[in-house]
């Protein structure tokens, strides 16, 4: 597969305004990525740039800390999906997670990814978080509550994606789901590091270094 069609050219920073928005867009047609992934506010913004093309709109939803209610990200997911996104990255309620609540943890991945259909649902777990027993748990709960991918981290946290648990994660996940590498991947060895452990998908503000170096 092409390099850049591993790639969700990232940009969710609270100060990011309409033109860096529209910067972000241009790039991603320029590579050819896989997505844009935006905060919801600008999905509408994503949406009429990328229109024709076969780069996607990726938002975030439940974003960054995942602690809000079940009805709140439905809600959110539903919202987002009616203005233009057509994939969709949310955290999972991590409290609950490590409450060892799965249940509570199935229930509401299930419930968006029912709420947005054949929309993929990327569920990111926060893995800077969590241990190897809880990211394997965390993993059989989306595939049982149907998601699409999980995903390592937000990005905002106390750390990144590390190739440690993208292997795990894909080692517990198998070929059901995809995974998504997300957080402190700014350089082409650190991408086909995580590619090599087994990541069908990137998250990344730095597209355009990874893919052709700085200039």
């Keep these: 597969m092409n390099d850049a069609k591993y790639i969700d050219h990232t940009l969710l920073r609270p100060d ?11 790039e991603a047609l320029r590579l050819n ?19 024709g093309s076969d780069v996607k709109v990726c938002a975030v939803i439940g974003f960054p800390l995942g602690a809000m209610s079940e009805a709140a990200k ?11 996104a057509q994939e969709i990255d949310m955290v999972l309620n991590i409290g609950c997670l490590k409450d060892g609540d799965d249940a509570y943890v199935i229930h509401e991945i299930r419930a968006v990814k029912e709420a947005i ?10 893995t800077c978080l969590l241990d190897e027993e809880t990211i394997v748990r965390a993993c059989r709960d989306c595939m049982e509550a ?8 937000t990005g905002f946290s106390t750390g990144g994606a590390s190739a ?4 795990l994660m894909r080692k517990t996940v198998g070929n059901r789901l995809g995974v998504k590498a997300s957080g402190g991947i700014r350089t082409a060895e650190d ?14 503000s730095s597209g355009d270094k990874i893919l052709h170096g700085d200039h």
């Design 33 to 51: 990525t896989a997505s844009v992934c935006v905060n919801p506010c600008r999905i509408e913004t994503a949406a009429a740039i990328l229109q």
């Design 146 to 153: 149907g998601a699409d991918y999980v995903k390592t981290s």
């Design 164 to 167: 440690e648990d993208v292997s």
């Design 117 to 126: 259909g054949d929309v993929l649902m990327k569920v990111i777990l926060e």
């Design 191 to 204: 991408f086909h590091r995580m590619i090599d452990a087994g990541a069908s998908r990137i998250g990344t």
């Design 16 to 26: 990011a305004g309409r033109e860096d928005i529209v910067r972000l867009c241009e």
């Design 74 to 84: 439905v809600f959110e997911a539903e919202d987002a999906v009616a203005r233009g």
